[in-house]
């Protein structure tokens, strides 16, 4: 691929996107139009990345300090996206699929032009704030949109959706779109050198149920145990969804079911 690539953030995503992209990194703190636009200047990228954001351990703790969520997540995004506006670079944008309400016996897998309607978190709107002005952005302007749900990887990290589980002991039984990070990295790469704009639902075809992960996981490791338990048991405001993968595999990529990944997941995160 030749693009010069920047990625702004030095998180978790970021790190794997930079070797997969052989891309330069820039942690730098954004907090207005000037920091965003001179530390553009200093890299001169073609295409850049924006993996900056605040999670934090898990999505409530947008909810503790909010006037941070709100700046990382909503209105560094845009500034970005305004600064490769007016410098002719193409933006990529990490968005979130946490942002729909879901009827499982009502609703079909959500698809990339359905409105986002799920405001009771904190971090979800703080997403929603972002990426509605961007994908309107992107009909007129180089702008692509990858939102990613649950990150799954063969890689021990705190935001790795296994190692989570595997800390807590207890999980949900309720399908949900997972993205596998390595299936989400070659489809970055895919979607770059096709030049794509607009919003993209990169996760695994159908859903995964946790128990499936964990007895992947139990096969590996005698005497690993866990608990199911209801989710309304949990008491936590929560996005549960299934996600469409149409548009993405209409572009050519092949994109595989969560459950064709979980044993090559395990093996690589054990062997990590």
């Known amino acids: ?6 990625i702004l953030g030095k998180g978790f ?17 954004i907090y207005s139009f000037a ?16 993996c900056i954001g605040h999670i934090g351990g898990n999505v409530d703790a947008c909810e503790l300090d909010k006037d941070k969520a709100l700046m990382a997540n909503s209105f560094v995004p845009l500034m970005l996206a305004e600064v490769c506006i007016r410098r002719k670079i193409r933006f990529v944008h990490i968005s979130s699929g946490c ?3 879901y009827d499982y016996k009502k609703n079909v897998p959500l698809k990339e032009e359905e409105a986002p309607d799920f ?19 992107s009909r007129q302007y180089p702008i692509l949109i990858l939102r990613l749900r649950v990150p799954l990887d063969n890689r021990p990290h705190p935001r790795n959706l296994l190692t989570k589980l595997i800390s807590y002991g207890k999980i949900i039984d309720l399908p949900n779109s997972v993205t596998y990070i390595p ?61 469409s993968t149409e548009k993405l595999e209409k572009t050519g990529f092949k994109v595989r079911t969560i459950n064709e990944v979980l044993e090559e997941c395990v093996e690589g995160y054990l062997k990590s």
Do not use: C, W
Request: aromatic residues 10%; proline residues 2%; without cysteine.
């Open 35 to 50: 920091d965003a636009d001179a530390e553009i200047s200093k890299f001169n990228p073609t295409v850049l990345i924006n």
């Open 1 to 6: 691929m030749n693009e010069k690539i920047l």
């Open 13 to 29: 995503l970021a790190s794997r996107l930079k070797e997969e992209l052989d891309s330069e990194v820039s942690g730098a703190r």
């Open 99 to 101: 942002i729909y309400h």
């Open 183 to 243: 299936d989400f990295l070659k489809a970055t790469r895919h979607l770059l050198e096709i030049n794509a704009t607009g919003i993209y639902n990169v996760v695994n075809k159908e859903p995964l149920r946790y128990r499936d992960l964990m007895e992947a996981y139990k096969r590996k490791v005698k005497g690993f145990q866990y608990e199911e338990i209801e989710f309304n048991k949990l008491n936590l405001v929560r996005t549960n969804l299934v996600m």
């Open 119 to 137: 405001f009771e978190l904190f971090y979800s709107r703080t997403k929603i704030y972002s990426e509605q002005p961007i994908d309107n952005l």
